[in-house]
């Protein structure tokens, strides 16, 4: 197991969205004691598994499901749909004998309104726990909703209560009310349910939407899309410009610059008050889904660098464009802006978004592409992020309207059809349920799972999956690509192709990528030789020790040693081929 204060920034994270990864007990919805029997695959101390260091787990707490895991009814208990609390301590122990890390989704700038708590709330206007929750009254004689604000999947964020004759406030579902974080009372509660957790050996967290939890207090309306170049004027960061949209030009309400409901500097405050909770215990970390357009505001939830969150996703990365340009620039910009101590997290794909090796696109060459990717993912400064099922190249599976199950696409969004696709069952192997359930799976496996899975792949030596096996374990042994520092060459390269070199003491290795369709040729400057090829997304390729020029095939990558002196050159031959 990786040990020390900063042992997050050497691992690999993988998410299971555990709905979706092995069903245990045929009833098709998967569940922990699956995740137990798929552990090995995960990390068995050998090259002959991913190497996982850390589980993100999305929710598996108690929970009506209204939008699978993140409505949360009971905080400290596991929804039996995926077992019990003792199946969650064989979890965490089976999981730390093969060295890997348990991260859990805390989910606490709403609960679900099944919880106790908000089954209190609403029950009366004086009861103790009515301000846990954020109730207004109706404005005018019409009892109109107290301002413009949208929830974030579509929709009023303001719900009517005909019990107590006000409105409360839900920025997302309204089965998902949004808990008062001005209320000391419920800082506790959250409190108590981190150590809860911590307690029983989870190691850390991944912070649901921690940009929404404090809301502006007069909650004043929410300015229209279209005058968002002066609210920019006034925000503290506004110092991009504009990406204006067609979309935001009609002035359709969900269309609103979301000043007033999100990023409330309070919000800080709570964040310094959760790290100074998990610094009380030793080895923790946490995560954070902070999303905002503008990164120097997504930067700033570092805070300090260690005051705040240990990491937040930096999504650009993965809404860029397939353009290596595209790609540098936004590495640069998220390694200028980050305060000195602070440290990178990137992932491509997560359950709310289109699988990446969909979304990059590329037809015939999809393949191609996501291998790219993830040696791209796996070689940058900072800590990577694999979504179940995205190392053998699990693609965004297209569903009918009426098998969709996720609120976002079932009846709430008039334009996408919801987040499914990415969520279907993990595909194991061609037999039918694609080795995920003997049953019938909660979401349809995807066309390809035949042909597409795990099985097929750990027999075949140039599959996606034994590129990914390769690259993570070759990670581990180079300590220029975890704690290296980082540098875009740009210098005689090709404007379709990425480099950069990662750098510790007495290693230096150059990530050269090729995004585009057509080989490349680059030479090498002096300075970098002689160079040995380490690892290709085109295995297998023999080590061209010395060679001045380097041939990049169609969307090839590759890691070269550079400048490796000639002692340890008998060495690092031996270990490369
Ligand atoms: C986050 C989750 C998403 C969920 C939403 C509301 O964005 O990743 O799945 O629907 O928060 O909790
Ligand atoms: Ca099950």
Redesign the pocket.
């Given at each position: 197991m990786l040990t020390g204060a900063d042992w997050w920034k050497k691992a690999v994270f993988y998410q299971i969205y555990p709905r979706s990864f092995k069903d245990s007990n045929g009833d098709g919805i998967g569940d922990l004691a699956g995740i137990i029997e798929k552990l090995d695959y995960l990390n068995d101390g050998t090259p002959d598994s991913l190497g996982i260091d850390a589980i993100w787990f999305?929710p598996f707490f108690k929970g009506p499901e209204h939008?699978?895991g993140?409505?949360i009814a009971d905080y400290c208990d596991i929804d039996p749909r995926f077992g019990t609390l003792a199946d969650f301590d064989r979890l965490v122990a089976e999981a730390h004998r093969r060295g890997i890390r348990v991260m859990l989704d805390l989910?606490v700038?709403?609960s679900s309104s099944e919880h106790p708590w908000f089954k209190e709330s609403r029950s009366s206007r004086d009861n103790p726990k009515r301000d846990w929750y954020i109730w207004r009254d109706g404005v005018g004689p019409r009892r109109r909703p107290p301002n413009n604000w949208r929830n974030?999947f579509f929709g009023p964020s303001w719900t009517w209560d005909e019990a107590t004759e006000q409105y409360y406030l839900h920025s997302?579902l309204s089965q998902?009310p949004d808990l008062n974080w001005f209320n000391p009372a419920v800082r506790r509660a959250v409190d108590d349910v981190v150590r809860f957790w911590l307690d029983r050996g989870a190691d850390g967290f991944r912070l649901?939407?921690p940009h929404v939890y404090c809301k502006d207090e007069q909650f004043r309306s929410n300015p229209p899309f279209y005058r968002r170049a002066k609210v920019e004027q006034k925000m503290p960061f506004g110092d991009r410009p504009l990406t204006i949209t067609l979309f935001y030009l009609f002035g359709l309400p969900e269309f609103q610059v979301k000043l007033f409901n999100q990023h409330h500097p309070e919000t800080h405050l709570v964040l310094q008050e959760f790290r100074r909770t998990l610094d009380e215990y030793p080895e923790k970390t946490s995560i954070g889904?902070v999303v905002s357009e503008n990164s120097q505001i997504t930067a700033s939830y570092y805070g300090s660098g260690s005051d705040e969150l240990h990491m937040n996703f930096f999504f650009e990365l993965a809404h860029c464009r397939w353009k290596a340009g595209a790609f540098r620039r936004c590495v640069e910009r998220w390694e200028r802006l980050l305060p000195e101590e602070a440290w990178p997290a990137y992932t491509f794909s997560?359950?709310?978004i289109v699988r990446a090796i969909s979304r990059f696109g590329g037809g015939r060459d999809a393949d191609a592409r996501a291998r790219l990717l993830a040696l791209m993912l796996l070689t940058l400064r900072g800590t990577p992020f694999i979504y179940y099922g995205e190392e053998i190249g699990m693609k965004e599976v297209r569903l009918p309207r009426r098998l969709l199950l996720d609120p976002?696409g079932k009846k709430w969004h008039p334009f996408h059809r919801g987040?499914d696709g990415c969520r279907t069952p993990m595909q194991w192997s061609g037999e039918p349920g694609g080795g995920f359930s003997a049953g019938e799976p909660w979401l349809p496996l995807g066309p390809e799972s035949e042909r597409r899975n795990v099985a097929v792949q750990e027999n075949s030596a140039h599959s996606l999956l034994q590129f990914y096996r390769k690259a993570i374990w070759l990670r581990k042994e180079r300590p220029a690509l975890i704690t290296g520092s980082y540098r875009s060459v740009v210098e005689g390269v090709p404007g379709d192709c990425y480099l950069y070199l990662r750098e510790s003491e007495g290693q230096k290795l150059l990530v050269a990528l090729n995004f585009s369709a057509r080989r490349r040729e680059l030479e090498l400057p002096q300075k970098y030789l002689p160079s040995r090829m380490l690892l290709s997304t085109d295995s297998p390729r023999p080590a061209k020790a010395n060679a001045r020029s380097l041939s990049l095939g169609r969307y090839e990558g590759c890691i070269l040693e550079v400048g490796v002196r000639s002692s340890q050159e008998g060495a690092l031959l031996a270990r490369s081929s």
């Amino acid at each position: 197991m990786l040990t020390g204060a900063d042992w997050w920034k050497k691992a690999v994270f993988y998410q299971i969205y555990p709905r979706s990864f092995k069903d245990s007990n045929g009833d098709g919805i998967g569940d922990l004691a699956g995740i137990i029997e798929k552990l090995d695959y995960l990390n068995d101390g050998t090259p002959d598994s991913l190497g996982i260091d850390a589980i993100w787990f999305s929710p598996f707490f108690k929970g009506p499901e209204h939008d699978f895991g993140y409505d949360i009814a009971d905080y400290c208990d596991i929804d039996p749909r995926f077992g019990t609390l003792a199946d969650f301590d064989r979890l965490v122990a089976e999981a730390h004998r093969r060295g890997i890390r348990v991260m859990l989704d805390l989910v606490v700038n709403h609960s679900s309104s099944e919880h106790p708590w908000f089954k209190e709330s609403r029950s009366s206007r004086d009861n103790p726990k009515r301000d846990w929750y954020i109730w207004r009254d109706g404005v005018g004689p019409r009892r109109r909703p107290p301002n413009n604000w949208r929830n974030h999947f579509f929709g009023p964020s303001w719900t009517w209560d005909e019990a107590t004759e006000q409105y409360y406030l839900h920025s997302f579902l309204s089965q998902q009310p949004d808990l008062n974080w001005f209320n000391p009372a419920v800082r506790r509660a959250v409190d108590d349910v981190v150590r809860f957790w911590l307690d029983r050996g989870a190691d850390g967290f991944r912070l649901d939407v921690p940009h929404v939890y404090c809301k502006d207090e007069q909650f004043r309306s929410n300015p229209p899309f279209y005058r968002r170049a002066k609210v920019e004027q006034k925000m503290p960061f506004g110092d991009r410009p504009l990406t204006i949209t067609l979309f935001y030009l009609f002035g359709l309400p969900e269309f609103q610059v979301k000043l007033f409901n999100q990023h409330h500097p309070e919000t800080h405050l709570v964040l310094q008050e959760f790290r100074r909770t998990l610094d009380e215990y030793p080895e923790k970390t946490s995560i954070g889904e902070v999303v905002s357009e503008n990164s120097q505001i997504t930067a700033s939830y570092y805070g300090s660098g260690s005051d705040e969150l240990h990491m937040n996703f930096f999504f650009e990365l993965a809404h860029c464009r397939w353009k290596a340009g595209a790609f540098r620039r936004c590495v640069e910009r998220w390694e200028r802006l980050l305060p000195e101590e602070a440290w990178p997290a990137y992932t491509f794909s997560n359950h709310d978004i289109v699988r990446a090796i969909s979304r990059f696109g590329g037809g015939r060459d999809a393949d191609a592409r996501a291998r790219l990717l993830a040696l791209m993912l796996l070689t940058l400064r900072g800590t990577p992020f694999i979504y179940y099922g995205e190392e053998i190249g699990m693609k965004e599976v297209r569903l009918p309207r009426r098998l969709l199950l996720d609120p976002v696409g079932k009846k709430w969004h008039p334009f996408h059809r919801g987040r499914d696709g990415c969520r279907t069952p993990m595909q194991w192997s061609g037999e039918p349920g694609g080795g995920f359930s003997a049953g019938e799976p909660w979401l349809p496996l995807g066309p390809e799972s035949e042909r597409r899975n795990v099985a097929v792949q750990e027999n075949s030596a140039h599959s996606l999956l034994q590129f990914y096996r390769k690259a993570i374990w070759l990670r581990k042994e180079r300590p220029a690509l975890i704690t290296g520092s980082y540098r875009s060459v740009v210098e005689g390269v090709p404007g379709d192709c990425y480099l950069y070199l990662r750098e510790s003491e007495g290693q230096k290795l150059l990530v050269a990528l090729n995004f585009s369709a057509r080989r490349r040729e680059l030479e090498l400057p002096q300075k970098y030789l002689p160079s040995r090829m380490l690892l290709s997304t085109d295995s297998p390729r023999p080590a061209k020790a010395n060679a001045r020029s380097l041939s990049l095939g169609r969307y090839e990558g590759c890691i070269l040693e550079v400048g490796v002196r000639s002692s340890q050159e008998g060495a690092l031959l031996a270990r490369s081929s």
